[in-house]
T-cell receptor
Framework: DAKTTQPNSMESNEEEPVHLPCNHSTISGTDYIHWYRQLPSQGPEYVIHGLTSNVNNRMASLAIAEDRKSSTLILHRATLRDAAVYYCILTETGANSKLTFGKGITLSVRP | GAVVSQHPSRVICKSGTSVKIECRSLDFQATTMFWYRQFPKQSLMLMATSNEGSKATYEQGVEKDKFLINHASLTLSTLTVTSAHPEDSSFYIC?????????????FGPGTRLTVL
């Protein structure tokens, strides 16, 4: 599986935008980029996914570099409830692909 | 969005006993379900892929005879930890894809906290 690298942690202020980076220099042309997050003592929650183009949904935006070797998850206005571990994961093409979780990035949000 | 439930949410058992954890997709059909394990302060580790009506596919290093998986219907998968020992104490999480949804989100259950005394 292609690997991703993320910083261990990041801090942000409430109501400010947050940019969470992810490097995936060995990504293949058919790998999808997924982001999940996990709040303490809960199962992970889907955030967003994309292939080549930038993506927006109600939770976040995903900005994908032109060479696809990196991507950035953007939370437009961080809230205290966004404090979680965020995982950037690559999946092989096709539906029902398994997810391989790395260490993720721990986001702290200051009030 | 689609909902995945797990039961029980928390279980404490004695060493040597077996524990069954249920994973249900409440409002969708799931041909494929996954079982993960998460130790404190660590990431999720995939244990096995459960396909409806067929045998589960286990990840390397996971004992199939110890972690029995049954996926008898499109909405239910069970994980049985047989002869549990304290080192099996962990947070067990299941997940599922919605049948026919294509590449998309994997829905996770809330997890089951297993403590083996």
């Amino acid at each position: 599986d292609a690997k991703t690298t993320q910083p261990n942690s990041m801090e942000s202020n409430e109501e400010e935008p947050v940019h969470l980076p992810c490097n995936h220099s060995t990504i293949s042309g058919t790998d999808y980029i997924h982001w999940y997050r996990q709040l303490p003592s809960q199962g992970p929650e889907y955030v967003i996914h994309g292939l080549t183009s930038n993506v927006n949904n109600r939770m976040a935006s995903l900005a994908i570099a032109e060479d696809r070797k990196s991507s950035t998850l953007i939370l437009h206005r961080a809230t205290l409830r966004d404090a979680a571990v965020y995982y950037c994961i690559l999946t092989e093409t096709g539906a029902n692909s398994k997810l391989t979780f790395g260490k993720g990035i721990t986001l702290s949000v200051r009030p | 969005g689609a909902v995945v439930s797990q039961h029980p949410s928390r279980v404490i058992c004695k060493s040597g006993t077996s524990v069954k954890i249920e994973c249900r997709s409440l409002d969708f059909q799931a041909t494929t379900m996954f079982w993960y394990r998460q130790f404190p302060k660590q990431s999720l580790m995939l244990m096995a892929t459960s396909n409806e009506g067929s045998k589960a596919t286990y990840e390397q290093g996971v004992e199939k005879d110890k972690f029995l998986i049954n996926h008898a219907s499109l909405t239910l998968s069970t994980l049985t930890v047989t002869s549990a020992h304290p080192e099996d104490s962990s947070f067990y999480i299941c997940s599922a894809y919605q049948r026919g949804a294509g590449v998309g989100e994997q829905f996770f259950g809330p997890g089951t906290r297993l403590t083996v005394l």
